[in-house]
Antibody, heavy 124, light 110 residues
């Protein structure tokens, strides 16, 4: 059974940094495109970004609100996905979900399996 | 403000049919398939519908999806209490070069 477990959430200060991790099991992680999706309190789901497999170049794409501040990376040797969050803003407060991506068509893939999420709170 | 527009809420009694709409534009729904997710607070979201009208394994046939032009819809027939929760449509947007979600529709079973 595919399983995704996020960790690293907590309290961060505006302008500070946090690093989230997502440990994957039950599937061949190195073959999976992965993404992060977040949900701010009382709001809907918002795509954060994605990373392709190293075979597909390991390239990343980001949503406009986080581009230049967040970095997605992967460690296939440890079956782990990371989200490095720098220059944090209060509006980054959200539950962050790690997802596998599937249903790929023309280079576009969609969230398939999701973790339970980890809460990030940005406040002074 | 979400790129994809959904009604904020929908409701029905057990056994009724509920339809949720998702409206977009030519750069998103008009160009790509739509996906639907069910999210019950505190749990992991789950794929309900893929490629606009295909049910993943395990999703009951009470759920059906459709797409026409720049709009899509999800129908739930034979509404059950376990269908409560938030429903989101999603697709790729060529103008934004990213995945976009609708604002979500909260379904309540009366």
């Amino acid at each position: 059974e595919e399983q995704l477990v996020e960790s690293g959430g907590g309290l961060g200060k505006p302008g500070g940094s946090l690093r989230l991790s997502c440990e994957a099991s039950g599937f061949i992680f190195s073959n999976a495109w992965m993404s992060w999706v977040r949900q701010a309190p009382g709001k809907g789901l918002e795509w954060v970004g994605r990373i392709k497999t190293n075979t597909d170049g390991g390239t990343t794409d980001y949503a406009a609100p986080v581009k230049g501040r967040f970095t997605i990376s992967r460690d296939d040797s440890k079956n782990t996905l990371h989200l490095q969050m720098d220059s944090l803003k209060t509006e980054d407060t959200a539950v962050y979900y790690c997802t596998t991506l599937g249903y790929c068509s023309g280079g576009n893939c969609f969230p398939l399996n999701w973790g339970q999420g980890t809460l990030v709170t940005v406040s002074s | 403000q979400s790129v994809l527009t959904q009604p904020p809420s929908a409701s029905g009694t057990p056994g009724q049919r509920v339809t949720i709409s998702c409206s977009g534009g030519s750069s998103n729904i008009g160009a790509h398939h739509v996906y639907w997710y069910h999210h019950f607070p505190g749990t992991a979201p789950k794929v309900l519908m893929s490629r606009s009208n295909q049910r993943p394994s395990g999703v009951p046939d009470r759920f059906s999806g459709s797409k026409s032009g720049t709009s899509a819809s999800l129908a739930i027939s034979g509404l059950r209490s376990e269908d409560e929760g938030d429903y989101y449509c999603a697709t790729w947007d060529d103008s934004l070069s990213g995945l976009v979600f609708g604002g979500g529709t909260k379904v309540t079973v009366l």
